[in-house]
């Protein structure tokens, strides 16, 4: 009896420490967390895709940027500019757990395909920083052209893009070699990139175009094959699963166009707050999120309506936007 008695007091302990953990773990939720970085507030939202809501803020270094998750969904990386390192927060306790130094002012951050790289793109120092993630340390230092902005990576994990906002280009990185091996020349600003599904494209914004642009290069020759006018201020650039619709995020129209990738014409212009920078589509491709900077918010779109809904307030100047796939 008395066994009985401890039991019976012991789980009156335990399940409120269990739901305790179920409400205060931005893993426990059966939806994939969304991770915000705010570069006004030095922090990043965790938004709740389920409930579409700020579930934790965590402080990082200065004027967070970058972010991206590894494929295994435990670790978030976010690359401070004006600290000169990533933070590497634990997903699952949404802690800070690493500091990595990252070279001069990170922005652009992008994984290899089996998370064991991250390379961080240094926008004043004109450089691509290369790091170990199993130890944290540098094992490349890349140098590219004026005022890199963001990277992204091949599919098959070959090579890395990177858009050079001054001097309008996309340097082609070789991430065997770890070296540059071509330079493809692009309408004014380039900043977000994104590859087809199978490699063969890429699609890269050109932010101070005008009207704003979106060249489609050719992996294989290297070069602009097509190029289409889009809002005012591209930004972010996002490709479906099935490489048929592109999504790209306009800072002055305010707005995230949605183009048909077969045709390259833009089907569907939807509203969402102001100025929208970069965005994510959900593991299952039913959301959209967007970082609006100057709503201090992040706008979620309804993929197949294609209309808001819900505008999410996160911190100050939200510049990026990852989700655990």
């Known amino acids: 009896m008395m066994r009985d008695g401890r039991y019976r007091g012991g789980w009156r302990l335990v399940i409120p420490l269990l739901l305790w953990f179920a409400y205060a773990s931005p893993a426990a ?35 967070p940027r970058g972010v991206a998750i590894s494929p295994d969904g435990q670790y978030a990386y976010i690359s401070n500019g004006n600290s000169d390192d990533i933070s590497v927060i634990e997903t699952a306790t949404g802690k800070v757990v690493e500091t990595w130094p990252a070279g001069v002012d990170p922005e652009g951050v992008a994984l290899s395909p089996d998370g064991a790289r991250l390379y961080a793109v240094n926008e004043n120092g004109g450089t691509v920083t290369v ?14 052209q004026v005022e890199p902005e963001s990277i992204a990576i091949s599919p098959n994990g070959k090579i890395a893009y990177v858009s050079n906002e001054t001097s309008n280009t996309i340097s082609v990185i070789d ?9 493809i020349s692009v309408a004014k600003n380039p900043r977000g990139i994104a590859f087809s599904p199978d490699g063969k494209l890429a699609y890269v914004t050109s ?9 489609v290069i050719n992996v294989a020759k290297r070069k602009v094959v097509k190029t289409i006018q889009v809002g005012e201020r591209p930004v972010g650039v996002v490709v479906t699963r099935d490489g048929r619709r592109l999504y790209v995020a306009h800072g002055r129209t305010n707005a995230v166009y949605v183009i048909d990738a077969r045709t390259l014409t833009i089907t569907t ?18 959301r959209l999120y967007v970082a609006c900077g100057r709503s201090d918010a992040v706008s979620v779109i309804d993929v197949a309506t ?20």
């Open 175 to 183: 991430t065997l070699a770890l070296k540059v091996v071509a330079t």
């Open 269 to 286: 212009k939807i509203p969402v707050g102001q100025r929208a920078w970069y965005l994510a589509l959900t593991p299952d491709e039913q």
């Open 131 to 144: 790091i170990n993630t199993k130890t944290g340390t540098v094992i490349a230092t890349i140098e590219v």
């Open 207 to 215: 932010e101070q175009a005008e009207p704003g642009v979106l060249s």
């Open 306 to 325: 294609e209309k808001v809904i819900a505008t999410v307030p996160v911190g100050k100047m939200p510049f990026a936007v990852a989700i655990q796939q």
């Open 29 to 63: 939720s059966a939806e994939p967390m969304a991770y915000a970085t705010n570069e006004k507030s030095d922090d990043v939202s965790i938004i709740d895709t389920t409930t579409n809501s700020v579930v934790r803020t965590i402080p990082v270094g200065k004027r």
